[in-house]
C-alpha cells in the first residue's frame, strides 16, 4: 500500500492510542509497589500497542523496507488470555500465576515462533520479490489465515470466560456479602460489552477481507477495528491504572468457596414454589425483618449472608432464596436500604451534631466513602450532600 507524505487521520489517531497506552505502560513501571494486577494490566497495553504497530507498518509503507518485510509481531493470540488473566487478578485478589497457565500461552509461542522462521528466512536476501518467494514456500498467507480464524475462536472462547467470572463475582458480592468497600466492577461488564463488539468487528472484517462480500474495500473495515481497538486502550488504561493497589476483594476467602458457593444461589432462584413453602419463605421473610431492625445487624460492616443465616437458624442458600424471591432483591440491596434509612435517621436527629457525614455513614455499617455516595443515591434519589441541605437539625463541622 503506497503511503503519502504525513500522517493519514486513521494513522494520528492510533499513534494517540499507543501514545496512551505507552504513558500509562511507564506510570505502571515507575510505581514502587507492582502487584500481578498491573503487571498484566502492563502486559495488555504492550501488546494492544505492538497490535498498533503492526498495522501502521502496513499502512505507513514500512512494509516496502527490506527490514519490516515480515517482521515478526503475530501476537494476535496473546491479547485474549492476557485479559482473561487480567480479570481474573481483579476478581481474585490472592491468585498467582503458575506452570498451569503456561498453557494459554502455546497459541502464541507456536505462532510467535512461526513468524520468527519466516523473517530469519527472508533476511538472507534484500530483494522483495525473494523475500515474498521465500515466504509463500513457507505458506505463509495460509499459515496466517489460519491463525487469524483460530484468533478470533480464541477470542470468543475468552470472552465467554472472562464475562462468566465478571458475572459470578458479582452474583456472589450482591448475594453474599454486604461490605461496601468492594468493588461493583460495573465497568468490567461495559469493558465486556465493548470487547464484545470488538470480536463482532474483527470477525466481520475477516470475512469481507478473505471473501469479498461486499463491494467495500476490506481496509475500511480493517480502520474501524483498529480504531475501536485503540478506543478500548484509552478505556482500559485509564480504569485498571486508576484500581487501588490493595482493595482486599475476596482476600478472605479461598477460590473454591467463592465458586462453589454460585450454583446453589442459581438453582435456589429458579426452583418453584409450593403453597408450603410459600407460608415458610414468608415465616422466614418475617423473622429477617424482624432480626434486621431489633438486632440492627445492617450496622455490622462486614455482614454476609452467612451471618444472617446463623441468626436465624438457617442455611445461608435458603436465607438468600428468600431475599431474592421475597422482597425481589439482592442481600447487599436489602441491607443497604436499611443502612441508608439509619444515614436520615441519624441526620433528622441531634445524634448527628457531633459526627460528619462521613462519620454517620460509618456509624450506620457503610466502610467505603465512595460506595456510600454511590448507594445512598441510587437508593434516596438525591445526593448525601443534598439531604444534608434539607435538614435543618445537621451541623456540618
Given at each position: 500500500m503506497s503511503h503519502d507524505a504525513g500522517f493519514s487521520l486513521f494513522e494520528v489517531i492510533i499513534l494517540i492510542g499507543i501514545a496512551q497506552g505507552t504513558i500509562i505502560s511507564a506510570m505502571i513501571t515507575l510505581r514502587k509497589r507492582q502487584q500481578l494486577n498491573k503487571l498484566l494490566l502492563l502486559?495488555?497495553?504492550?501488546?494492544?500497542?505492538?497490535?498498533?504497530?503492526?498495522?501502521?507498518?502496513?499502512?505507513?509503507?514500512?512494509?516496502?523496507?527490506?527490514?519490516?518485510?515480515?517482521?515478526?509481531?503475530?501476537?494476535e493470540l496473546l491479547i485474549q488470555p492476557l485479559v482473561w488473566l487480567y480479570i481474573h487478578s481483579l476478581i481474585y485478589v490472592p491468585f498467582k500465576l503458575n506452570r498451569k497457565h503456561w498453557p494459554h500461552f502455546v497459541p502464541f509461542a507456536i505462532s510467535m515462533g512461526y513468524a520468527l522462521t519466516v523473517y530469519m528466512a527472508t533476511l538472507s536476501t534484500m530483494d522483495l520479490n525473494e523475500k515474498d518467494a521465500i515466504a509463500n514456500g513457507l505458506s505463509f498467507n495460509l499459515v496466517k489465515q489460519i491463525e487469524e480464524i483460530l484468533a478470533i475462536f480464541s477470542a470468543i472462547i475468552y470472552w465467554w470466560m472472562g464475562a462468566r467470572l465478571v458475572h459470578q463475582y458479582r452474583q456472589w458480592l450482591f448475594d453474599y456479602t454486604s461490605t461496601t468497600d468492594y468493588p461493583t466492577y460495573n465497568w468490567l461488564r461495559r469493558l465486556s460489552l465493548l470487547c464484545f463488539i470488538l470480536i463482532g468487528i474483527w470477525g466481520l472484517t475477516f470475512l469481507l477481507e478473505n471473501f469479498s462480500i461486499f463491494q467495500i474495500r476490506p481496509f475500511v473495515y480493517l480502520q474501524v477495528f483498529f480504531i475501536y481497538l485503540s478506543s478500548l486502550v484509552y478505556y482500559l488504561g485509564f480504569r485498571g491504572y486508576m484500581i487501588a493497589d490493595n482493595t482486599g476483594i475476596l482476600a478472605k476467602l479461598s477460590q473454591q468457596q467463592l465458586l462453589s458457593f454460585l450454583p446453589a444461589q442459581r438453582s435456589g432462584l429458579v426452583s418453584p414454589v409450593s403453597n408450603d413453602q410459600s407460608s415458610k419463605q414468608n415465616l422466614l421473610k418475617e423473622q429477617i425483618e424482624r432480626v434486621l431492625i431489633e438486632q440492627k445487624l445492617y450496622l455490622d460492616p462486614e455482614l454476609t449472608i452467612q451471618k444472617l443465616a446463623d441468626v436465624l437458624g438457617s442455611s445461608s442458600s435458603v436465607v438468600s432464596k428468600v431475599i431474592n424471591q421475597s422482597f425481589g432483591k439482592s442481600f447487599?440491596?436489602?441491607?443497604?436500604?436499611?443502612?441508608?434509612?439509619?444515614?436520615?435517621?441519624?441526620?433528622?436527629?441531634?445524634q448527628s451534631q457531633n459526627l460528619s457525614l462521613l462519620g454517620i455513614a460509618f456509624e450506620c455499617g457503610f466502610n467505603s466513602e465512595a460506595s456510600f455516595y454511590r448507594i445512598f443515591k441510587s437508593i434516596a434519589g438525591i445526593s448525601p450532600k443534598t439531604y444534608v441541605q434539607q435538614n435543618k437539625h445537621f451541623k456540618q463541622e
Open positions: 502486559a495488555v497495553l504492550i501488546t494492544f500497542n505492538l497490535l498498533g504497530v503492526k498495522i501502521l507498518i502496513h499502512t505507513t509503507g514500512l512494509w516496502h523496507s527490506v527490514y519490516f518485510r515480515y517482521f515478526p509481531l503475530a501476537f447487599r440491596t436489602l441491607v443497604n436500604e436499611y443502612r441508608v434509612e439509619a444515614v436520615k435517621r441519624m441526620l433528622d436527629t441531634l
